[in-house]
């Protein structure tokens, strides 16, 4: 096991269809990766615990390997009333809810159904295949 450190990249996650699902040159800021504090699943760190500065890296994971599967738990149905009047409800809007302690758990709604509106609190990147194009900016 080698000692912890980070690394700073800039990453695309691309779907299985093709499409870039988020990408840190849009924002500019590259993401940082901490390498040996079991921030990250064991098959993703293992594809980038030996990047270098300049390294460009690209490698396909399982869901369960990186945002985790889909949990049919974390869909819930509620009544319309429960929303602001004037929110939008529409399949792919995100709403946020009070978690714990203060924090904000993002959920997007799935349908709207008469007043039931599906709520799906699963990261968006749930229970799919993800590639992930790295391309190592710095380590540290």
């Known amino acids: 096991m080698s000692e912890m450190h980070s690394i700073l990249c800039h990453m695309n996650i691309v779907l299985e269809d093709g499409s870039t699902a988020e990408s840190t040159r849009s924002s500019g800021k590259p993401a ?3 390498v040996g504090d079991e921030s990250l699943s064991p098959a993703f760190e293992a594809e980038i ?3 270098k500065q300049g390294d ?3 490698f396909t994971l399982q869901a369960a390997d990186t945002f985790g599967e889909s949990n049919p738990d974390a869909v819930h149905h509620m009544d319309k009333s429960r929303f602001p009047a004037d929110m939008a409800l529409e399949p792919g809007v995100i709403v946020s809810f009070a978690g714990p302690g203060g924090s ?4 997007m709604v799935r349908d709207v159904v008469g007043d039931s509106v599906t709520i ?7 229970g799919q295949v993800l590639t992930f194009e790295l391309e190592v900016v710095q380590v540290l």
């Open 32 to 34: 940082r990766f901490n």
């Open 49 to 51: 615990i030996n990047l």
């Open 56 to 58: 460009k890296h690209s």
């Open 104 to 107: 904000e758990i993002p959920g």
């Open 120 to 126: 799906d609190l699963n990261h968006p990147l749930a």
